[in-house]
């Protein structure tokens, strides 16, 4: 498969997207972690200050029951000091896993314990003295002395301890808040980007759009130009046939009854002049038609409707249909029901009736029978055109009132394809509806419905009444 330049600038704009939105969640995921890290490593160095703290306050305690136990000679204070020197051991060793990745702090930490067992072995020495009765000033002075010492360093190595806690502390919160500001900032950037790169897809995308839309566009517009194109070359192949026919017709009939030298019986000047008579009404029929439809195409077509005598209208119609077609089908009019009068447009009602009647007659076999039947509902009214005819296949029935358009089956009947088309405009106007059931060899039947106002009915049987 073949790409466009706009569909691989498309799929690369959504891969990129793709790769930037990954790597995001990528650094978004390492910058989590380091973020857990943090806060594991910012819990452990407070528990490891707590330590501290508490390593301190055990010794307190342990020096405040030594020397309440010198001074006073208090069993409980001694129970104190030995209590409070044997928890020391187990803080000690927590504080030592605590340390256990701090190499300096582990240097400090053995200091430390250097220190607090000298302390203990001083703690000891001014136990016994006590004990044995030599609790002078002088023997436990330099004791005393050298506990101060040891005191003060105690404190002094706890204080470097403390502080070596607090620097990792702020380095590590110092940390944790520079990884949450990169973390914003790339994931804004990174969501900028992705913004910015979808959005010079959907440009592309909306692009692609219009052009496809510009190009559906010329497609229908060709495809219109090339159906009217066909449309009027059909137009005019049907118009130089239809005229053809009936002008042959009328040259050759008049050139008949003028070039004649020979009496000509009444019967036969009769023939030639009902030859030309109805090649006329042919002619003038179909002209007729065109304007029609032009008209309505137009928006032109007048529509004028008035109270019309039903019935009377429609033997007229049969009337003037008969006399122009000869002899040759019979219709036979039915009026079902009270319809006696409607409120139509006598003009196109002429020509909705007049089209379907000669297009049955036309298509039934000779000296057949053709059925208008007149019957109303209770808001319209309805006309049907029954033939006997050759039919319509039902392959041609969709296309039936579309102009030009005429089955397959018509052989050599002359017609324009024009009649059914001008019916559906003139029904148009009407608000009406056509329907037709046919079968081949069988016949046809079209139905009219044109509605009515319950008003409009009312009236017309007043009227009817009077």
Same mark, same amino acid.
């Given at each position: 498969?073949?790409?466009?330049?706009?569909?691989?600038?498309?799929?690369?704009?959504?891969?990129?997207?793709? =790769?930037?939105?990954?790597?995001?969640?990528?650094?978004?995921?390492?910058?989590a972690? @380091?973020?857990?890290?943090?806060?594991? #490593?910012?819990?452990?160095?407070?528990?490891?200050?707590?330590?501290?703290?508490?390593?301190?306050? !055990?010794?307190?305690?342990?020096?405040?029951?030594?020397?309440?136990?010198?001074?006073?000679?208090e069993?409980?204070?001694?129970?104190?000091?030995?209590?409070?020197?044997?928890?020391?051991?187990?803080?000690?060793?927590?504080?030592?896993q605590?340390?256990?990745?701090? %190499?300096?702090?582990?240097?400090? &930490?053995?200091?430390?314990?250097?220190?607090?067992?000298?302390?203990?072995e001083?703690?000891?020495?001014?136990?016994?003295l006590?004990?044995?009765g030599?609790? !002078?000033?002088?023997?436990?002075?330099?004791?005393?002395?050298?506990?101060?010492?040891?005191?003060?360093?105690?404190?002094?190595?706890? *204080?470097?301890?403390? *502080?070596?806690?607090?620097?990792?502390?702020?380095?590590?919160?110092?940390?944790?808040?520079?990884?949450?500001?990169?973390?914003?900032?790339?994931?804004? &950037?990174?969501?900028?980007?992705?913004?910015?790169?979808?959005?010079?897809?959907?440009? $592309?995308?909306?692009?692609?759009?219009?052009?496809?839309?510009? +190009?559906?566009?010329?497609?229908?517009? =060709?495809?219109?130009?090339?159906?009217?194109?066909?449309?009027? &070359?059909?137009?005019?192949?049907?118009?130089?046939?239809?005229?053809?026919?009936?002008?042959?017709?009328?040259?050759?009939?008049?050139? =008949?009854?003028?070039?004649?030298?020979?009496?000509?019986t009444?019967?036969k000047?009769?023939?030639?002049?009902?030859?030309?008579?109805?090649s006329?009404?042919?002619?003038?029929?179909?002209?007729?038609?065109?304007l029609?439809?032009?008209?309505?195409? +137009?928006?032109?077509?007048?529509?004028? %409707?008035?109270?019309?005598?039903?019935?009377?209208?429609?033997?007229? $119609?049969?009337?003037?249909?008969?006399?122009?077609?000869?002899?040759q089908? !019979?219709? #036979?009019?039915?009026?079902?029901?009270?319809?006696?009068?409607?409120?139509?447009?006598?003009?196109?009602?002429?020509?909705?009736?007049?089209?379907?009647?000669?297009?049955?007659? #036309?298509?039934?076999? @000779?000296?057949?029978?053709?059925?208008?039947? =007149?019957?109303?509902?209770?808001? +319209?009214?309805?006309?049907?055109?029954?033939?006997?005819?050759?039919?319509?296949?039902?392959?041609?029935?969709?296309?039936?009132?579309? %102009?030009?358009?005429?089955?397959?089956?018509?052989?050599?009947?002359?017609?324009?394809?024009?009649?059914?088309?001008?019916?559906?405009?003139?029904?148009? &106007?009407?608000?009406?509806?056509?329907?037709?059931?046919?079968?081949?060899?069988?016949g046809? !039947?079209?139905?009219?419905?044109? %509605? @009515?106002?319950? *008003? +409009?009915?009312?009236?017309?049987k007043?009227?009817?009444?009077?």
């Amino acid at each position: 498969m073949k790409w466009s330049l706009e569909g691989k600038w498309i799929a690369s704009g959504f891969g990129l997207s793709l =790769l930037l939105m990954g790597v995001v969640s990528f650094i978004s995921y390492q910058n989590a972690t @380091q973020l857990i890290y943090s806060g594991n #490593k910012v819990k452990h160095t407070h528990e490891a200050m707590k330590s501290l703290i508490d390593i301190f306050a !055990t010794l307190t305690d342990a020096e405040s029951g030594r020397r309440g136990y010198i001074l006073y000679g208090e069993r409980s204070e001694l129970k104190r000091y030995n209590q409070a020197m044997q928890s020391l051991d187990a803080k000690v060793k927590k504080l030592q896993q605590q340390l256990a990745d701090d %190499p300096a702090q582990q240097q400090q &930490l053995k200091r430390l314990k250097f220190l607090i067992s000298q302390r203990v072995e001083l703690s000891k020495q001014s136990i016994e003295l006590q004990q044995q009765g030599k609790s !002078t000033f002088a023997l436990q002075a330099s004791v005393v002395t050298r506990s101060n010492q040891n005191r003060s360093q105690i404190r002094e190595t706890l *204080t470097q301890m403390q *502080t070596r806690e607090e620097q990792l502390l702020q380095i590590s919160v110092r940390h944790s808040q520079s990884n949450i500001h990169n973390r914003m900032l790339i994931e804004f &950037l990174g969501t900028l980007l992705s913004f910015s790169i979808l959005l010079g897809v959907y440009a $592309l995308l909306y692009q692609q759009l219009v052009k496809r839309q510009q +190009a559906e566009a010329t497609q229908r517009t =060709l495809a219109q130009e090339k159906e009217l194109s066909e449309l009027k &070359l059909r137009f005019f192949s049907m118009v130089s046939h239809e005229f053809r026919t009936p002008l042959s017709i009328i040259l050759g009939s008049a050139q =008949l009854l003028a070039q004649s030298e020979q009496q000509w019986t009444k019967e036969k000047k009769l023939k030639n002049l009902h030859r030309i008579q109805s090649s006329a009404r042919s002619m003038n029929q179909l002209l007729t038609d065109i304007l029609t439809l032009t008209r309505a195409e +137009a928006g032109k077509l007048e529509f004028n %409707p008035e109270l019309i005598d039903l019935e009377a209208f429609c033997i007229n $119609l049969i009337e003037d249909l008969q006399f122009c077609n000869q002899p040759q089908h !019979t219709i #036979k009019f039915i009026s079902q029901g009270s319809c006696t009068h409607a409120k139509l447009d006598e003009n196109l009602l002429y020509s909705i009736l007049s089209n379907l009647l000669s297009n049955a007659m #036309k298509y039934s076999p @000779q000296e057949g029978t053709v059925f208008l039947v =007149l019957s109303c509902e209770r808001d +319209a009214i309805i006309f049907q055109v029954q033939d006997f005819g050759i039919g319509i296949p039902s392959e041609f029935q969709q296309h039936l009132f579309e %102009p030009f358009h005429r089955a397959n089956n018509v052989s050599k009947i002359v017609g324009s394809g024009l009649g059914l088309a001008v019916v559906k405009k003139c029904l148009e &106007l009407h608000q009406g509806e056509i329907s037709v059931e046919s079968e081949v060899g069988v016949g046809t !039947t079209f139905t009219v419905r044109i %509605p @009515q106002t319950v *008003t +409009a009915m009312v009236k017309s049987k007043m009227n009817c009444s009077e």
